[in-house]
T-cell receptor, first 113, second 110 residues
């Protein structure tokens, strides 16, 4: 399967802990997105990478959130000092030329207790 | 933010065509409209996209109005497996964002 891969699929953590999620995009896709989705809502944009450059961040992305895409390949999303409000599905998507559709992974479901 | 509006929910009988509307009156002239669907616990699955002309693929057809302010996704022969939340999205002009609304929850009835 050459789709977008996200790990882990599920993460349960205690409030105050740090967590890191990984996204492996489709090979040669230079555009990479992170979204967050809570129950009953559509995905909300978090951040966008073009190759290794982070070109856009949502206001939703507080100082506790950081994303990287070293070498323009895989990406990581880290949440520091997690809060219960961070509980959500974190989705990664990749795409190639502009106007091409995004291809989503199956997400990482985070539960903060 | 660019905005799309869709009905909250729709029912469709199995074997009949499902027609899902979307309004995107703020879309710019050179921006595509994209349709996705999402089944519980999975990521959104790409269905189809279009700019001006109607489009068809193995999953669905997309009808875009001439003024590009709205579109309709057509599932020609809905099956129970088509039960999902369907999203119509468009890029946010001047940004790299694609904005999702709350989508249409389609229920295909046996």
């Amino acid at each position: 399967d050459t789709g977008v891969s996200q790990n882990p699929r599920h993460k349960i953590t205690k409030r105050g802990q740090n967590v890191t999620f990984r996204c492996d995009p489709i090979s040669e896709h230079n555009r990479l997105y992170w979204y967050r989705q809570t129950l009953g809502q559509g995905p909300e944009f978090l951040t966008y990478f073009q190759n290794e450059a982070q070109l856009e961040k949502s206001r939703l992305l507080s100082d506790r959130f950081s994303a990287e895409r070293p070498k323009g390949s895989f990406s990581t999303l880290e949440i520091q000092r997690t809060e219960q409000g961070d509980s959500a599905m974190y989705l990664c998507a990749s795409s190639s030329p502009y106007d091409s559709p995004l291809h989503f992974g199956n997400g990482t479901r985070l539960t903060v207790t | 933010d660019a905005k799309t509006t869709q009905p909250t929910s729709m029912d469709c009988a199995e074997g009949r065509a499902a027609n899902l509307p979307c309004n995107h009156s703020t879309i710019s002239g050179n921006e595509y409209v994209y349709w996705y669907r999402q089944i519980h616990s999975q990521g959104p699955q790409y269905i189809i996209h279009g700019l001006k002309n109607n489009e068809t693929n193995e999953m669905a057809s997309l009808i875009i109005t001439e003024d590009r302010k709205s579109s309709t996704l057509i599932l020609p022969h809905a099956t129970l497996r088509d039960t999902a939340v369907y999203y119509c999205i468009a890029p946010d002009s001047g940004t790299y964002k694609y904005i999702f609304g709350t989508g249409t929850r389609l229920k295909v009835l046996a």
